[in-house]
Structures are given as C-alpha cells and as structure tokens.
C-alpha cells in the first residue's frame, strides 16, 4: 500500500515514552522508525537520553503528539487525561471496556496463548499447564494471558491449570525456584507448558534442569515474546511465539500521523496478531514411555556437545548398551550413537542460523573434533558447506528467529 506523504503534520514534534531497555519496546520504536522513513513524515523525534521515561515534564507535555507504552499504568492514566494527541500500545483486553480512552494499537493476548496452544496440539500434546505472574506484578497483560489461555483450554475440553508463582528479585529467587520446582514435580508427564514471558520460561527451563525434569521428553516449554536477549541463558533452546511488536509500532506512528493531519480516525483500538511461532529444542517432542529413554536423553541433551560417549550415557542410567539401544530403538528408531551425533549437529545448525559465531569455534562448541571434520561432515550431510549454509539461513538473524 503506497503511504501518502504526511504534509499536514510536518515539524511536528512527537514524544516516544517507552523504556528501550525491554526488547518489546525498542522493537516497537523500530516499527515506528519504519514509518517514519516510509511516509517521509519530518517528525523532530524525542525521547530520552537513558531511553526511559520517569515523569511527565515540560518537554514532553509540550509536544505535538505522543505515542507511550501504556502498559505503564501510571504513565497510561496521566496520559489518558491531557488534550495533546496520544496514541497508545500496549496488551489487548477481553473485556473492550477497559481499553483506554485515547487511539489504541494493542498486541493480541488470545492469538498469543492460541499460538503456542496449537503449536504444543500439533506437537501432540493434550494436557497443558501456563505459568504466570501474580496479580500483584502489576502486569494486566500478564492477567489477560492467563485469563485466555483458561478460557481456549475450556473450550477444547483439554486438561490445564494455571500457577501465578512469585514476582522474582535478588531476594526471593531460591524460594521462588523451589516453589516452582515443587508445582513442576506435580505436573502429569507430557505436559506442555506456556510461560506468560520468555523470562517465565527460562525460570521452568532452569527449575527442569535443576531438577532432573526432562524437557521437552517429560514437558514441553512455550514462551512468548522471542525474546533474544536470553536466549542463550538456557541449555535447552526455547521456543516462542514472535509478538507483531515492529508492526503494533508501525501502526502506532501511521495512527498518530492521522490525527495530526486531522483525518477522520475510526476502527481502533488496532488489534496486531502474532506473526509466527519458532520452534526450538524445548517442544521438540516426541512421545517417550520408557523411563530409561526419558532419562537418557535429558542426560544426552545436556552433554552432547560437551564430547560425551555411549559410555557415558550408560552410566548415567546404569545400564547395558544392548539394552539401552534396544530401547532407543523401540522408541525412537535410532541407536544412542545417532541420537548423540544428531544432538550434536542440531546444536551446530542452530547456532549458524542465529549467531555470527566463526565456523572454528562452532566446530569448537558443538564437540567436534577439528573444524575441517565439522566442515567435512556438514557438507556430507546437507551437501552445503556451513558457510553456504548460513548464507541461505541468514535472514532468520534480521527476522529474529
């Protein structure tokens, strides 16, 4: 759609009230740079040097217009009530009258929890479980997740339950950890859990490896925002739902240029669904009934690119190698050997696809031997070198996948 040059709105001066220190903030100002450059608005742009917002001051209150994250309650009931156009962003409400009363662009909640649902259904999951903030987080976002993932789990008659669990900090982590490890013990096998954040997802992934939990054999993880900060803070890679955020930034700015240029605005609050869920190690699910699988793999998950052998897995579930590949067989129609060297290459594909890690310390990371045997067995494989490979794969580091 060809975007009309906003002439009306020229040297308008807009203020962007977020806190770009949170990912899910700084890709919204991203979406709204997008439009800047597209529309050719001569916005004069301000946002704070630290790129947080403490106060409403004069700077601020003087502007044009404002486009502010709204999850920010305070910030959202002061800004609800000054008469300088305010486009806010922020979580969807099932309910339409607590929408606030400005011009709205609000991320789907529902989509959200449906998302990750239909991911862990297609996965073959039929029990499920959500972790995620109390009440006295402050979060409605997080209260509206919840609130939706009670209602489609309803709806298609499928076991769940919901554990709000504690707001974390420096004090209250270990309680906060063996709390969770406690409700995680207390889950069915072959759960698939749905953490209101990636945050809250990496908590249930550490509290699992800490706890001798399986995943995704005995649970399967879901996070929600593809947050790419702490992607690498666990040893089993997450998968998430992408949020639509750059486009709820777009949106955002294209609504605001509508107001300043005195157009007609109608159709809001903006509703911006989800765009894609990535799936990663974490929901990689395959069903498991034999215990000794079960334990074997999380023991092959956590080591494989740290050299182990056959051997090794054996002892950590102390048996016969005839016997424990007899059941990797039923199970999973390879031999413990495949299933290492699978680990392994799965490790190393993932990391040329999402980091920019020189092929040499891959090779290192992954457990091989030399890089030249990493290259070698890369191209036997796939028939491309990892180069060449990460040349195809390289738009999943623009995209964020």
């Excluded at 993880?221 to 947050?227: P, S, T």
């Excluded at 739902?241 to 903006?270: I, N």
Aim: charged fraction near 20%.
């Amino acid at each position: 759609m060809k975007i009309r040059d906003c002439v009306s709105s020229r040297q308008a001066r807009i203020s962007l009230l977020f806190n770009a220190n949170k990912a899910y903030d700084r890709q919204i100002i991203e979406g709204i740079g997008e439009y800047f450059h597209l529309s050719q608005c001569d916005w004069d742009i301000y946002i704070e040097e630290d790129f947080s917002v403490r106060h409403l001051n004069d700077d601020i209150l003087s502007s044009s217009g404002i486009i502010a994250d709204f999850d920010d309650e305070t910030l959202a009931a002061q800004l609800s009530r000054i008469a300088i156009p305010v486009v806010g962003v922020g979580g969807s409400y099932s309910n339409h009258e607590n929408y606030p009363p400005v011009s709205y662009v609000a991320t789907d909640n529902e989509a959200l929890v449906a998302a990750a649902l239909n991911h862990l259904l297609d996965k073959g999951i039929e029990r499920f479980a959500f972790y995620g903030l109390p009440a006295q987080a402050g979060k409605h976002w997080a209260q509206e997740r919840a609130a939706a993932f009670l209602r489609l789990t309803t709806k298609m008659s499928y076991p769940a339950m919901v554990y709000e669990g504690m707001v974390t900090g420096r004090n209250t982590w270990e309680t906060a950890q063996q709390k969770l490890a406690e409700w995680l013990h207390s889950l069915p096998d072959h759960t698939g859990i749905i953490a209101v954040t990636d945050a809250r997802a990496r908590h249930v992934l550490q509290t699992c490896e800490y706890s001798g939990i399986a995943v995704p054999e005995s649970v399967c993880v879901m996070g929600i925002d593809n947050e790419e900060l702490t992607r690498y803070l666990s040893r089993i890679s997450l998968s998430s739902v992408v949020q639509g955020t750059r486009t709820m930034g777009f949106e955002a700015a294209k609504l605001l240029d509508a107001l300043l240029s005195g157009r007609r605005v109608s159709g809001y609050p903006v509703i911006v669904p989800p765009e894609r869920v990535i799936a990663r190690q974490s929901t990689d699910y395959r069903s498991i009934i034999d215990a000794m699988v079960v334990r074997a793999m999380w023991f092959i998950r956590k080591n494989a690119c740290r050299g182990i052998t056959v051997g090794d897995v054996l002892e950590s579930v102390g048996t016969s190698r005839s016997n424990l590949d007899k059941k990797f067989m039923a199970e999973l129609g390879m031999t413990i050997h495949k299933v290492i060297h699978d680990e392994k290459f799965a490790r190393a594909r993932e990391l040329l696809e999402t980091t920019t890690l020189p092929i040499a310390e891959i090779s290192r990371l992954c457990g091989y031997n030399t890089p030249q045997y990493f290259c070698t067995l890369f191209q036997q494989k796939l028939h491309l070198s990892p180069v060449k490979y990460r040349n195809i794969h390289g738009a999943l580091l623009a995209s964020g996948g």
